[in-house]
């Protein structure tokens, strides 16, 4: 099945990839939508309406149920297997529960969201800001773990891999940048004879030179 948001609709449309026929469309009972984003494992999807009313849509058969409500949100994302749902908005990154909406994380970013993503593995979420950065915190703990800097413009998009391992960042010029996150969870010396190698170095004695040069 795919699926579209249109400018102005309050009901995604659908069609069957198989016989390109359109598929009933479920209303949803708010205002306008004017952002969705699908689960990694395309299970279901996270919409949210003008009025900062997030809902969850689900095949099998056909449905969208209301989940919360956070006024200024402007970005959503869900991974259906692990109950959990990400809210972006304002100068707020949340991670709630499907099941209760007790939020599991509750962070500031320091600026407004562009946009967010939830790893596949609930581990970690990822945000844009209007300030030109793309952070990654651990969940639940709320620590920051990563502070990605490459782009000149504005990040529009960000995304995980299926694997949770990887992070696509698209920014408005059109740059597409790809970001090792599992190089985070690896073995320091490991990621240092990888360095060597990549760049055919000896960190510890260019690092020995640097300090002889300042002394």
Partial sequence: ???????????????????????RAVRVP??????????ADRAAAALLDTD???YV??????????????DGATAVDVVPALGLLAVGGGRRVEVVRLSDGVSVLDVDPGARVVDLALSPDGGR??????????????????ALVADLRG????VAA????????????????GQVRRWRLSVLDADPAVLR????QAWGVDLEGALGRDEAVGG
């Fill in 1 to 23: 099945m795919v699926w579209t948001l249109g400018y102005g609709v309050s009901s995604p449309e659908l069609w069957d990839v198989a016989t390109g026929a359109e598929v």
């Fill in 30 to 39: 708010g205002r306008e939508l004017f952002e969705g984003e699908p689960s």
């Fill in 52 to 54: 900062g009313r997030v």
């Fill in 57 to 70: 849509m689900r095949g099998g058969p056909l449905r969208i149920e209301s989940v919360l409500t956070r």
């Fill in 125 to 142: 979420v990822a945000a844009s800001d209007t300030a030109g950065r793309v952070r990654v915190w651990s969940v639940p703990s709320g």
């Fill in 151 to 154: 782009h000149a413009d504005r």
């Fill in 158 to 173: 960000v995304r995980f891999s299926p694997d949770s391992g990887t992070l696509f960042t698209a920014d408005w010029s």
């Fill in 193 to 196: 004879a990888e360095v060597e």
